[in-house]
């Protein structure tokens, strides 16, 4: 059972264009949003993250939106670079257990000059 | 400061073998935890640590082993090695409550990608 569901599997941007990932979950008790970025060969490493009292986080050109009623949250890269191309993953993690992350399958995303 | 360090880098094992894969951390972490990595599938918890001496299971923990006998170390030994446990297996530390504020941003290792023939 896949509780936080991740899309797409991958996407093609060009440069300067909008990156958009998103992802859903199933449990309600989950109050810790991050999302990692891996590079290949790399472990990943904490980009952003959000908690649900917040309907948005923005840190420089990468924003989490984040939509409580629908279960859902997502990234958003503004200005995409050629930079960016990596895998990217959601996570969920209740309140009790912060440590106990739940990972999306993941986003390659390759940016194109 | 070298963060989190893990060894070997690449590993290949025929069925039935045991081994132990290191896991380090120099930035003086309580939690520790111990991911899979397989294609499509996103990284899973297979055990993690919120303590010296302290270890709980995750999301699969069949065919592995861990301890914690300090707090630099988290070693994860794998019993009789499977095809199936071919992967490329991650650590993380994070540093839960310090300096009285909570951390959730887990640190990964650079990872060992490990074969099962």
């Known amino acids: 059972q896949q509780q936080v569901k991740q899309s797409p599997q991958s996407l093609i941007v060009q440069k300067g264009g909008i990156s958009i990932i998103n992802c859903a979950y199933e449990?309600?008790?989950?109050?810790?949003f991050p999302w990692y970025q891996q590079f290949p060969g790399k472990g990943p490493a904490l980009l952003i993250a959000?908690?649900?009292?917040?309907s948005e986080k923005k840190e420089g050109r990468f924003t989490i939106s984040f939509n409580k009623s629908a279960k859902q949250f997502s990234l958003h890269i503004m200005d995409s670079q050629p930079g960016d191309s990596a895998t990217y993953f959601c996570?969920?993690?209740?309140?009790?257990?912060?440590?106990?992350?739940?990972f999306g399958t993941g986003t390659r995303l390759q940016v194109f000059p | 400061n070298a963060g989190v360090t893990q060894t070997p880098k690449f590993q290949v094992l025929k069925t039935g073998q045991s081994m132990t894969l290191q896991c380090a951390q120099d930035?003086?972490?309580?939690?520790m935890s111990w991911y899979r990595q397989d294609p499509g599938m996103g990284l899973r918890l297979i055990h993690y640590?919120?303590?010296?001496?302290?270890?709980d299971q995750g999301e699969v923990p069949n065919g592995y082993n861990v301890s914690r006998s300090t707090t630099e170390d988290f070693p994860l030994r794998l019993l009789s090695a499977a095809p199936s446990q071919t992967s490329v297996y991650f650590c993380?530390?994070?540093?839960?409550?310090?300096?009285?504020?909570?951390?959730?941003?887990?640190?990964f290792g650079p990872g060992t990608r490990l074969t099962v023939t």
């Open positions: 993380a530390s994070s540093s839960g409550l310090a300096g009285g504020k909570l951390s959730y941003e887990q640190y």
């Open positions: 449990n309600t008790a989950f109050d810790y």
């Open positions: 959000i908690r649900p009292d917040v």
């Open positions: 996570a969920a993690s209740p309140p009790w257990d912060t440590d106990k992350l739940i």
């Open positions: 930035m003086n972490h309580e939690y």
């Open positions: 640590s919120v303590g010296a001496g302290i270890t």
